[in-house]
């Protein structure tokens, strides 16, 4: 069941204070985590494995190099 | 600001007329106004020819001799249509004004998503549309000069005010000197510099936020359809954002972002304009002329009175709340205010309504500005993000809306919508009988209107300018509720209209039951409109006697003189 926008919005906040938070050096260690205890609670292998693909398709940082 | 050796008024485009101030004999008599309006900018001139419009003179006071100097508030916000729709101004804006539906981002140089605003068959105006702020005074200036009920002095400013027993002693100055006039009511639309609120001793309150921007004009014949672009991070003004709008008169308006530590005096010297306007103009490819037209800095605040009325003094716009550029609400917020405190003041001085009826404004509108600064401080952390975090998911979001519909809305604009008085002490309750449709509170609900006997239209085109009564079909066999509404609410308000839709008799025909179905009305239902098309009720079953006791209570009717 996806989360209505204005809950992602909520989490967009939150993923924001919490990146701040943690700092600039320890944010891809955070959202790593974040993204492992994610997958555990959405408890779905194979759509878990289908969005790590999709994320890695228009990284616009590396593509404009 | 413009370019060296041209002066305040000196535009590529528009020619400034100047207007002197108004002939005076040294021996008048100390006149009386009911209401005097301090500032001719589009807020002030609004609020002058709603008053008008519901059959009341005021007085409008402008300091200044001439229009805006620069263009500034350059989009007007369909809801803002109406209300100069209302007030018999639109025609010059539809002829002049570009229309547009359609907004554009970039991220680093790619178009990564393309935004439709609501719009739909069944909108007289278009969501948005572009038109320089002095056009839009132009415009308004002229259907106040030919408004019986309005007298505008220019040159004149209000320089002292005083309470008296009956309302406000006021001191004007002008270029013949200084004299006194008596006021019932003062409107204040004199800006987000008010000397009004300064000379109450009123502070604005909330956050000036950190980002500070230059809006820019040139003049060029550049072929791109009117589609407000956005860039994020672009080759031009790394780490920033650059909003393109396209203006009448080949006019273009360039925004963006002040680099960090930079500062305003910096950035808006002309050597430093015309370099960064060259540099956006190559990233969107734009390779011939262009002439540097005006350019001015502001900075995304978020501040407001606390209460927007003062004993016998109400703030209206910029004067009462400063928003961010982002998302167009200065100039909509303010219309819609000036229409808001316009026809409540008409209705108590024309003994319609008590001056309770007054007490709602400061909870609507400022409500209204909150809701602004929520969307406005969202879509100021989108479009400048304060710091890592928010950029980084920021990003996130663009990279995601390339190819998935969730992460959309994240990069949409929040642009203008009207707000819904949900909470407003004018508000009824919601019947809970309705099984959807508009809420109290919200606009009405426009439509188009079948062709045929009707003539076709919109909804909005008949209603009436005080409240309109919308009676859903089949009002029983003797039309005895909708007799009886006619008469009660007809006792209340003067020009009350009412509406039958569908069924015999109907004054809105609804064969194929589209008005009733957007409306989820059943046979009996009754919708209440303000003069201002927000929705100040509706009853499932209409009960005369209840409804008109409901708006008599709420137009504070008893202390009606």
């Known amino acids: 069941m996806p989360l209505p926008f204005a809950d992602m919005e909520e989490v967009y906040e939150a993923l924001a204070v919490g990146i701040d938070k943690v700092g600039t050096a320890d944010a891809p260690l955070f959202l790593a985590k974040l993204a492992l205890m994610l997958a555990h609670e959405l408890g779905d292998r194979e759509a878990a494995l289908a969005a790590i693909e999709a994320c890695q398709a228009d990284l616009v940082r590396d593509a404009a190099g | ?561």
């Open chain 2, 1 to 561: 600001m413009r370019p060296a050796g041209r002066g305040e008024h000196d535009s590529l485009y528009f020619s400034y007329p100047h207007f002197e101030p108004p002939p005076r004999d040294a021996g008048a008599t100390r006149q009386r106004h009911e209401v005097v309006i301090a500032g001719a900018g589009p807020v002030g001139l609004v609020a002058a020819l709603t008053l008008a419009a519901h059959g009341q003179p005021c007085l409008v006071l402008e300091r200044k001799a001439s229009f805006n100097d620069g263009s500034r508030a350059i989009c007007i916000a369909r809801q803002s249509m109406h209300i100069l729709e209302r007030i018999g101004a639109v025609a010059p804006f539809l002829e002049k004004a570009l229309p547009w539906t359609t907004g554009r981002s970039f991220h680093r140089g790619r178009q990564i998503l393309e935004f439709e605003m609501p719009h739909g068959a069944d909108e007289k105006f278009m969501p948005m549309y572009n038109l320089q702020q002095q056009y839009i005074e132009l415009y308004l200036w002229q259907a106040a000069a030919a408004a019986p009920l309005v007298e505008l002095r220019w040159q004149s400013e209000l320089a002292g005010i005083e309470e008296a027993a009956e309302g406000l002693s006021l001191t004007v100055r002008d270029p013949g000197g200084s004299y006194g006039l008596d006021a019932g009511w003062l409107l204040a639309a004199d800006g987000a510099r008010s000397a009004v609120r300064a000379m109450r001793g009123l502070r604005l309150q909330g956050e000036n936020h950190e980002g500070r921007y230059v809006i820019a004009d040139l003049r060029m014949a550049h072929d791109y359809p009117t589609i407000r672009r956005a860039f994020f991070d672009p080759a031009c003004n790394p780490g920033s954002t650059v909003l393109v709008h396209r203006q009448p008169d080949d006019i273009w308006r360039l925004d963006y972002q002040l680099e960090p530590g930079e500062r305003a005096e910096d950035a808006t010297r002309e050597a430093v304009v015309r370099e960064k306007a060259g540099a956006i103009l190559r990233e969107i490819g734009h390779a011939g002329d262009w002439e540097l037209e005006w350019w001015s800095v502001y900075s995304a605040n978020t501040l407001a009175l606390d209460d927007y009325r003062d004993g016998r003094i109400l703030f209206v716009g910029d004067a009462a709340h400063i928003v961010p550029i982002f998302g167009v609400r200065g100039l909509n917020n303010g219309i819609a205010d000036a229409q808001d405190i316009g026809w409540k003041l008409a209705r108590v001085l024309a003994g319609q309504a008590g001056a309770g009826l007054l007490d709602s404004y400061t909870p609507e509108r400022r409500g209204a500005t909150l809701d602004v600064f929520a969307n406005a401080t969202k879509s100021t952390r989108f479009m400048t993000p304060p710091s890592h975090g928010w950029r980084l998911m920021r990003d996130a979001a663009l990279s995601l809306a390339l190819a998935h519909d969730f992460a959309r809305p994240f990069a949409n604009p929040r642009q203008m919508a009207p707000y819904t008085y949900a909470d407003s002490p004018l508000t009824a309750p919601d019947d809970p009988a309705f099984g959807g449709g508009p809420l109290p509170g919200s606009v009405a609900p426009n439509l188009r209107l079948g062709e045929g006997a009707d003539g076709g239209g919109f909804l909005s085109d008949r209603l009436g300018p005080g409240f309109t009564g919308l009676l859903f079909g089949g009002a029983g066999p003797a039309g005895a509720p909708a007799d009886a509404l006619a008469a009660l609410l007809g006792e209340i308000d003067p020009v009350f209209r009412l509406l039958r839709v569908g069924g015999e008799g109907a004054d809105l025909e609804d064969e194929d039951g589209r008005i009733a179905a957007r409306y989820a009305a059943a046979p009996g239902a009754f919708y209440l409109v303000r003069p201002d098309l927000h929705l100040a009720g509706r009853w499932a079953e209409a009960d005369p006697e209840r409804i008109a006791a409901w708006l008599a209570d709420m137009l504070d009717l008893e202390e009606a003189s």
